[in-house]
């Protein structure tokens, strides 16, 4: 690898990242999604005790370190949180790059898969939260560049630095001890496996799981969410033979479309170029494009959302959790004829990743699936837990992107549209990404002007960031005195014990005993217009 193209990669890449982080602004200090819940964690450990709420499911310990160490200068607040992960988005695209230019694209190519992870919806929106999927992703890269130095360098000490990525990726979500099982599993192919690697691969993510077991277990005592939803909800899930057959071929199929949308660009750069369509007559190539058109049949186009719980959905990107959503501005994300092109355009995509060139290297094989080893397998547990969201394919999406460029780069493509494709995709990510952050923090302000004219915070219902913000701890200690893990329903912890105001995108109110007290505007890049929260309150707080 040229260590001066590299450098001038690593540069034009963070000089992108940084514009797109400064045109968003991300310093809002308001919480995001869930992040509200993991954010509890950093509160309490700053007060010196490491908490997992009850209701998170991830381990969270280095994630909750992580975000610790940025408020240590100034205190707690969501931007620095928000700051931490930005931080890691960074390292996230410095090591993809990284992991392209060993595996032999060229500087184009590479810098093409980068930035199309920048430009992917999902990987842009979670940089901007303290959600534990781009921290996951940070560190399943870095195991994937420390396993493939150790591969093509025949290493021991990066295979070992390898295992320590896998043990952090562990202490943020629990799948991140896969990505031991995965080098071991690439080691055994390859026939490289003995004791020493098995050792230095598999022996300190092990040591950490064991050692989270005994803190968990015995010292922090198990949560509502380990007990409830990683176990009973999984295993009531795996135990329904006809239901999890049905959501198994929902997720693949959602799934594998999703990935085939994140690597349009390379597919657009290869059908503009001279025989750009020869890679479709791959033997794989009309098998997966039946089945797709099988499943799109069935299931309709992108996006495949449960309802507005999605990062992608038809009200612009990220979780939705007040009322009107349907009154929300959403410019391009409300047009159907726009998802049903990408769904075509994604069904491209995923008949053309499992494609190679003829005549591939034997080596070149080994060293892609030694980088799929820390970015594929430990994604194989969303296909049968509880719930499945779209951002879980945030890993397999940039492996998806380094196959694309790996393949693009061996094949005659158009430069110039692959990377405009790329640009306009990052254009609607960044602008679903400003809406997103515009809309909080306007629904945030509503709630908090409910609050300075005499309503209590938890009378107020403004999402569930609020209410997870201010009632959740103290109504699960309620439902914890009277009730069993068991019997405590999802999200039941989420529900006020009553409700004198709430937030709504819908101008009407919900019902006659409320009244419109404030209306919140905010600019939405997603519209001409700006758009709107509306604060409505009870008579009993004019």
Request: hydrophobic share 55%; with cysteine.
């Amino acid at each position: 690898m040229d260590r001066s193209s590299a450098a001038r990669g690593l540069l034009l890449l963070s000089g992108v990242f940084c514009l797109c982080v400064a045109l968003a602004g991300p310093l809002r200090d308001v919480p995001l999604d869930d992040d509200w819940m993991y954010a509890l964690s950093v509160r309490h450990l700053l007060d010196g005790t490491l908490v997992i709420p009850e209701f998170a499911s991830p381990t969270l310990v280095a994630h909750a370190a992580w975000g610790a160490l940025f408020c240590l200068p100034r205190g707690f607040s969501h931007s620095a949180l928000r700051l931490s992960t930005l931080v890691l988005a960074w390292v996230a695209l410095a090591l993809l790059y990284l992991i392209a230019r060993r595996l032999r694209l060229s500087p184009k190519s590479a810098l093409a898969s980068s930035l199309a992870l920048l430009a992917c919806p999902l990987f842009l929106l979670l940089s901007f939260t303290f959600m534990t999927d781009v921290p996951f992703l940070a560190a399943s890269l870095l195991a994937g560049y420390c396993f493939l130095r150790s591969v093509q360098d025949e290493s021991g000490g990066w295979l070992l630095a390898a295992s320590l990525a896998s043990a952090w990726a562990f202490l943020i979500r629990q799948p991140g001890v896969l990505i031991a099982v995965g080098m071991v599993l690439h080691l055994a192919w390859t026939r490289r496996l003995d004791r020493k690697r098995f050792g230095l691969s598999a022996a300190v993510p092990l040591a950490a799981v064991a050692a989270h077991a005994l803190w968990f277990h015995f010292i922090h005592g198990q949560t509502w969410a380990s007990a409830r939803y990683n176990a009973l909800g999984t295993l009531s899930h795996l135990s329904q033979p006809a239901g999890l057959a049905v959501d198994l071929t929902l997720r693949l199929g959602a799934g594998v479309l999703m990935l085939g949308a994140f690597v349009v660009p390379f597919v657009v750069a290869l059908l503009a170029a001279p025989q750009g369509g020869k890679w479709l007559k791959s033997k794989w190539s009309l098998p997966a494009a039946l089945a797709l058109a099988f499943f799109v049949y069935i299931f309709g186009p992108l996006p495949y959302s449960p309802d507005t719980s999605g990062i992608l959905n038809s009200y612009g990107l990220g979780t939705i959790t007040i009322l009107g959503a349907a009154q929300k501005p959403a410019g391009v994300f409300a047009w159907r004829w726009a998802w049903g092109v990408l769904t075509l355009l994604a069904a491209l995509g995923a008949a053309y990743l499992p494609t190679l060139p003829e005549g591939t290297e034997r080596e070149d094989r080994r060293d892609l699936l030694a980088a799929a080893a820390a970015l594929v397998l430990p994604a194989a547990p969303m296909f049968f837990t509880l719930r499945f969201f779209d951002r879980y394919l945030l890993a397999p999406a940039a492996f998806a992107l380094l196959a694309a460029g790996w393949i693009v780069s061996r094949r005659p493509r158009s430069d110039g549209l692959l990377f405009g494709a790329i640009a306009a995709g990052l254009l609607i990510s960044l602008a679903g990404t400003v809406d997103y952050l515009n809309w909080n923090e306007a629904r945030w302000g509503a709630a908090a002007a409910a609050m300075k004219s005499g309503v209590p915070r938890d009378e107020i219902s403004a999402g569930a960031e609020w209410t997870g913000t201010f009632a959740a701890e103290s109504n699960m200690v309620r439902l914890r005195a009277t009730k069993s893990a068991a019997q405590i329903r999802d999200l039941e912890w989420l529900e006020p014990a009553k409700e004198s105001a709430y937030v709504s995108f819908a101008g009407e109110p919900k019902a006659r005993q409320f009244k419109e007290a404030r209306t919140v505007v905010y600019y939405t890049p997603l519209s001409r217009h700006d758009g709107a929260v509306h604060l409505f309150k009870t008579g009993a707080h004019p």
